[in-house]
T-cell receptor, first 113, second 113 residues
Framework: AQTVTQSQPEMSVQEAETVTLSCTYDTSESDYYLFWYKQPPSRQMILVIRQEAYKQQNATENRFSVNFQKAAKSFSLKISDSQLGDAAMYFC??????????FGKGTKLSVKP | AAGVIQSPRHLIKEKRETATLKCYPIPRHDTVYWYQQGPGQDPQFLISFYEKMQSDKGSIPDRFSAQQFSDYHSELNMSSLELGDSALYFCASSQDYPVYEQYFGPGTRLTVT
């Protein structure tokens, strides 16, 4: 069975600074997807970024980028130039052959002005 | 851009009552997923449908059932409600199966009293 682990329950970053959220996963599958979702206080689940396991190049979306280490089964999210609106719960998610997403426990990110 | 629509947004029921949650996927999305998120928890997969057929089943109680209709909207039926069913219920849709980007609706907040 696949598992997703987020070892940082809470993180804090100063506005305009950079922060990295960690995620590790375990799977025996070779073809899968990894995602980061943002859940602000409204509790809407917002897709931040996606990485296909077969791609070696790390995904980037504006200020958000990932460091995908397939051999180490690691998938961290880097947020550059942090903004107050980035404050939210961030979930790492694994999507494999069955289609459904398996989420980590989440990391609550606070942004200090 | 069109998003996933869920109704109702809030629902209050008493124990042992029934509830029906509706989900309207993004146009041209043929796959629907249902997730349950308890307070302070990560979303847990319940059930999914691809082209109107059940494609996968997670930790869905036997008291719950769901289906996807010809217009691709989906309904989650919950009977004999228990206090522990109080949660945020998300519907997500995607354009492909098994895994592609899943876009979440705003959720239905169910409170069982």
């Amino acid at each position: 069975a696949q598992t997703v682990t987020q070892s940082q329950p809470e993180m804090s970053v100063q506005e305009a600074e950079t922060v990295t959220l960690s995620c590790t996963y375990d799977t025996s599958e070779s073809d899968y997807y990894l995602f980061w979702y943002k859940q602000p206080p409204s509790r809407q689940m917002i897709l931040v970024i996606r990485q296909e396991a077969y791609k070696q190049q790390n995904a980037t979306e504006n200020r958000f980028s990932v460091n995908f280490q397939k051999a180490a089964k690691s998938f961290s999210l880097k947020i550059s130039d942090s903004q107050l609106g980035d404050a939210a719960m961030y979930f790492c998610a694994f999507g494999g052959s069955q289609g459904n997403l398996i989420f980590g426990k989440g990391t609550k990110l606070s942004v200090k002005p | 851009a069109a998003g996933v629509i869920q109704s109702p947004r809030h629902l209050i029921k008493e124990k042992r009552e029934t509830a029906t949650l509706k989900c309207y996927p993004i146009p041209r999305h043929d796959t629907v997923y249902w997730y349950q998120q308890g307070p302070g928890q990560d979303p847990q997969f319940l059930i999914s449908f691809y082209e109107k057929m059940q494609s996968d089943k997670g930790s869905i109680p036997d008291r719950f059932s769901a289906q996807q209709f010809s217009d691709y909207h989906s309904e989650l039926n919950m009977s004999s409600l228990e206090l522990g069913d109080s949660a945020l219920y998300f519907c997500a849709s995607s354009q492909d199966y098994p895994v592609y980007e899943q876009y979440f609706g705003p959720g239905t907040r169910l409170t069982v009293t």
